[in-house]
T-cell receptor, first 114, second 116 residues
């Protein structure tokens, strides 16, 4: 079985300060992990993905995430928040035995204050 | 311009009525998916299709039906048996189910279904 927990339902930061969105996963097998962003009333856009290559993954818009197997974590970070980063973020896990089936976290809403 | 389109953007359903949500993709993807999103929750899988003329139930298939007669199209019908249909519905696709878990899913813009 696989599961994913986003540890914060809401995160608020000031513009220009670092962003940290936390994600822990559970998977019996080597997982693939994804972060998606969703702006209000829009579809999901892929930010980045981990697929057992480099553990530090760089994505779009300055985001990156580090896969830590020992901690079963895949936290999303950005050095400096921009107002346009305000959105909902989803952590997603998939594994080899059920390749096409994704398990989504409940989402983290990021608010960026001016 | 490749992508996934969903229509309509907003849909209103009357009591006892069946409604159909459209999903079309021009990415030449084999696999397609339907998800339901409720406020404060992640996405839940309704149905998926690995290839044309095949589809499987997801985690919350009751009250929904699908068809996959063409590779590019995967319509979802919300039947009168679905007692709580108000939600945001997202369609997605990926190049191949069998390609492995690293395959990226691409999402459409969504349809918001409201009950009158």
């Amino acid at each position: 079985a696989q599961s994913v927990t986003q540890l914060d339902s809401h995160v608020s930061v000031s513009e220009g300060t670092p962003v940290l969105l936390r994600c822990n996963y559970s998977s019996s097998y080597s997982p693939s992990l994804f972060w998606y962003v969703q702006h209000p009333n829009k579809g999901l856009q892929l930010l980045l993905k981990y697929t057992s290559a480099a553990t530090l993954v760089k994505g779009i818009n300055g985001f990156e995430a580090e896969f830590k197997k020992s901690e079963t974590s895949f936290h999303l970070t950005k050095p400096s928040a921009h107002m346009s980063d305000a959105a909902e973020y989803f952590c997603v896990v998939r594994h080899n035995t059920n390749a096409g089936k994704s398990t989504f976290g409940d989402g983290t809403t990021l608010t960026v204050k001016p | 311009d490749g992508g996934i389109t969903q229509s309509p953007k907003y849909l209103f359903r009357k009591e006892g009525q069946n409604v159909t949500l459209s999903c079309e993709q021009n990415l030449n993807h084999d696999a397609m998916y339907w998800y339901r999103q409720d406020p404060g929750q992640g996405l839940r899988l309704i149905y998926y299709s690995q290839i044309v003329n095949d589809f499987q139930k997801g985690d919350i298939a009751e009250g929904y039906s699908v068809s996959r007669e063409k590779k590019e199209s995967f319509p979802l019908t919300v039947t009168s048996a679905q007692k709580n249909p108000t939600a945001f519905y997202l369609c997605a696709s990926s190049s191949s189910w069998a390609a492995g878990p690293q395959e990226t899913q691409y999402f459409g813009p969504g349809t918001r279904l409201l009950v009158l």
